[in-house]
């Protein structure tokens, strides 16, 4: 999907440094929007301003509200909010538990440890 527009929420200024390298890599013309907190992302999806966004990058461990909160916040506003972004989580974690609530929720996409490969998040943006 050439030009997508791709929301990336993480906390770790490191980590969103190589999503955005990588997703540029990738999608040379993608519109990419950053948020430091899950919340001010919901915020954002709520305000006049908002965009319809193709892709939600999320990563799962984050202050103030986490990747799993975030997805059933996101699920839970309204469809025209919402659009039609697949979202996915990107962790450093290693508990099983992560990846499983992942892989189960049907609101989810997708789940890769971090930092995703390129082939990974060319097949996530072709799907």
Not at 10 to 27: A, C, G, H
Not at 31 to 36: D, G, M, Q, R, S
Not at 44 to 60: A, G, N, Y
Not at 110 to 116: I, L, N, T
Request: hydrophobic share 45%; proline share 7%; with cysteine.
């Amino acid at each position: 999907m050439a030009g997508a527009i791709v929301a990336i929420l993480d906390d770790s200024p490191e980590d969103l440094f190589i999503t955005r390298r990588l997703l540029k890599k990738v999608d040379p013309d993608c519109e990419i929007v950053e948020f430091l907190y899950a919340d001010a992302a919901l915020k954002f999806l709520r305000s006049p301003r908002r965009m319809e966004f193709d892709l939600i990058l999320v990563d799962i461990n984050m202050p103030r509200m986490n990747g799993l909160e975030f997805v059933d916040a996101y699920t839970g506003l309204y469809p025209e909010l919402r659009g039609h972004a697949r979202v996915v989580i990107m962790s450093h974690s290693i508990d099983p538990r992560d990846r499983q609530w992942a892989e189960s929720n049907p609101n989810v996409f997708a789940y890769f440890s971090k930092p995703m490969s390129p082939d990974d998040l060319r097949a996530v943006l072709m799907a």
